[in-house]
């Protein structure tokens, strides 16, 4: 079955530290893989898809398919990154397109 | 600018009640999707609908049904709502050749007591 695990519901960092937000997925096949992001008081949106190997916002998300992970990783935290994470592989048939969504995680940047 | 939006942001219905929530999305996507938002269990899939008056079954259909009778809206009705169907509900919609790029409404908060 196709399946994303989130470790962590919590990760707490002080400003400046680097931040790590894993992400694991059980997937056959090549899926896709998105980060979404849902800061207070706003909508949910996608953060960065690894197809455009692009960086937003500082966050960078490496995909190792040998130990099928999608890490979003920044090297420096900033309190405005303070949200909820979601990891979001997509496996999808014709057009669909269905994201399967992590737990999500909580980043908590301490001033 | 891109718009999906929500009759409601917060609910509150009796169990038993039946219950509409609607989804309106102005940028002609065809795709749209339901979900609902739980802490812990993140979002998990109800229904989609890919065109008009067609309808799939998400991750947890039961007890959910819905309706897509123009492109632009897709509702999502509790035929009669339970207490565990407290939640948030989001609607989010996307273009068939960018269908992974989903635009998510505010969502709903809705309370059965």
């Known amino acids: 079955a196709q399946r994303v695990t989130q470790p962590e519901k919590l990760l707490s960092v002080f400003k400046g530290a680097p931040v790590e937000l894993k992400c694991n997925y059980s997937?056959?096949?090549?899926?896709?893989l998105f980060w979404y992001v849902q800061y207070s008081r706003q909508r949910l949106q996608l953060l960065l898809r690894h197809i455009s190997r692009e960086s937003i916002k500082g966050f960078t998300a490496d995909l190792n398919k040998g130990e099928t992970s999608f890490h979003l990783k920044k090297p420096f935290a900033q309190e405005e990154d303070s949200a909820m994470y979601y990891c979001?592989?997509?496996?999808?048939?014709?057009?669909?397109?269905?994201?399967?969504f992590g737990q999500g995680t909580t980043l908590q940047v301490k001033p | 600018d891109v718009k999906v939006t929500q009759s409601s942001r917060y609910l509150v219905k009796r169990t038993g009640e039946k219950v509409f929530l609607e989804c309106v999305q102005d940028?002609?996507?065809?795709?749209m999707f339901w979900y609902r938002q739980d802490p812990g269990l993140g979002l998990r899939l109800i229904y989609f609908?890919?065109?008009?008056?067609?309808?799939e079954k998400g991750d947890i259909p039961e007890g959910y049904s819905v309706s897509r009778e123009k492109k632009e809206r897709f509702s999502l009705i509790l035929e009669s709502a339970s207490t565990n169907q407290t939640s948030m509900y989001l609607c989010?919609?996307?273009?068939?050749?960018?269908?992974?790029?989903?635009?998510f409404g505010p969502g709903t908060r809705l309370t059965v007591l």
């Open positions: 609908s890919y065109d008009v008056k067609m309808k």
């Open positions: 997937y056959s096949g090549s899926p896709e």
């Open positions: 989010a919609s996307s273009l068939r050749v960018n269908y992974n790029e989903q635009f």
């Open positions: 940028m002609d996507h065809e795709n």
């Open positions: 979001a592989p997509s496996h999808g048939s014709g057009n669909t397109g269905k994201l399967i």
